[in-house]
Nanobody, 126 residues
Framework: QVQLVETGGASVQTGGSLKLACVVS????????LAWFRQGPVKEREGVAV?????????GVFVKGRFIISQEIVSGKVTLYLQMNNLTTEDTGIYFC??????????????????WGQGTQVTVPS
């Protein structure tokens, strides 16, 4: 059973940067897609970025080159990161880490993912 725990959320000024981390316990290579989603106030949860186990990355259109997803494997332990730069008020929300084994459609669709973390809050005050 895979478990995901996010850390790194904070309040940061417009134009600032933040790096989120997600520790993935119980990971094996069947979990082919590790992703970040976010849910802003009164908004639906949307896909931010996906790291594929073949090395590919996919980003949401709104990222516009500002975010970088990466992962690190140390002694069999996987940590997924999201480096966020040039943050705006629109980036405010709860950021979730998610994992998926198979793909049957758009890789950033929420319904694809079967394992989720509890989320970490990112706030960019107006």
């Amino acid at each position: 059973q895979v478990q995901l725990v996010e850390t790194g959320g904070a309040s940061v000024q417009t134009g600032g940067s933040l790096k989120l981390a997600c520790v993935v316990s119980g990971y094996n290579h069947n979990w082919r897609y590790l992703a970040w989603f976010r849910q802003g106030p009164v908004k639906e949860r949307e896909g931010v970025a996906v790291s594929w186990n073949n090395g590919a990355k996919t980003y949401g259109v709104f990222v516009k080159g500002r975010f970088i997803i990466s992962q690190e494997i140390v002694s069999g332990k996987v940590t997924l990161y999201l480096q966020m730069n040039n943050l705006t008020t629109e980036d405010t929300g709860i950021y979730f880490c998610a994992a998926n084994q198979t793909l049957s459609g758009w890789v950033l669709a929420r319904r694809q993912y079967t394992a989720w973390g509890q989320g970490t809050q990112v706030t960019v005050p107006s």
